[in-house]
Every structure is written in structure tokens, then in C-alpha cells.
Nanobody, 114 residues
Framework: QVQVVESGGGLVHPGGSLRLSCAASGFTFSSYFLNWYRQAPGKERELVAAITSTGSTNYADSVKGRFTISRDNAKNMVYLQMNSLKPEDTAVYYC????????WGKGTLVTVSS
């Protein structure tokens, strides 16, 4: 049974940091592209960060230099370290695994507010 479960969201002040985690199981994790998406209220879902099976990364311009995606294939985990958070980073963050299939988690809410 495939599972993709995000955790680590919460309320943080502007300028603060959060680390999101995504635990996956039920598929060949190490072969998959892993992505973090987010969806803010009233907006479309957007790709925030991506990491390939070999560890190459890519980021949305809006988060470059502030967010870092990483993966641990031994633990079937993918992470998103978010620093210097801004109110506009407020969104539900989703973990996505893409290759032979397209798997999604249910999301974790990040709220950046003073």
C-alpha cells in the first residue's frame, strides 16, 4: 500500500524557519523524482522544489536561496528546509513522488504570520 505523509507544518513568524518532512512507502522510492508543491488560498498549486533520483535540485524563483530540498533514500524521506519565511509562503505544502506513477500526500499547512 502506497503512503505519502507530510509533517512539520505549523505557525511561524516572518523570518522564521520550518522543516517539512515527507515519509513514503509502498513504492521504489529511490527511483522517483520528489517534489514539494504548495497551494495558497485562492491560488493554483505551484511547484516549489524538486529533487531527482540522483540528487539534482531545482527551485521556484520565489524560494531560491531560502528553501532547500533533500532526500534520504535509506529512510524513504524527503525534506524541505524553509528559512527566512515570508507571509506569502503561507500555503498547504504537498509532497509528490513522480515516475512510473504519480503519488501525492494530503498536505501540511504552513502559516507565516506575526
Amino acid at each position: 500500500q502506497v503512503q505519502v505523509v507530510e509533517s512539520g507544518g505549523g505557525l511561524v513568524h516572518p523570518g522564521g524557519s520550518l522543516r517539512l518532512s515527507c515519509a513514503a512507502s509502498g513504492f521504489t522510492f529511490s527511483s522517483y523524482f520528489l517534489n514539494w508543491y504548495r497551494q495558497a488560498p485562492g491560488k493554483e498549486r505551484e511547484l516549489v522544489a524538486a529533487i531527482t533520483s540522483t540528487g539534482s535540485t531545482n527551485y521556484a524563483d520565489s524560494v531560491k536561496g531560502r528553501f532547500t530540498i533533500s532526500r534520504d533514500n535509506a529512510k524513504n524521506m524527503v525534506y524541505l528546509q524553509m528559512n527566512s519565511l515570508k507571509p506569502e509562503d503561507t500555503a498547504v505544502y504537498y509532497c509528490n513522488a513522480l515516475w512510473l506513477q504519480n503519488y501525492w500526500g494530503k498536505g501540511t499547512l504552513v502559516t507565516v504570520s506575526s
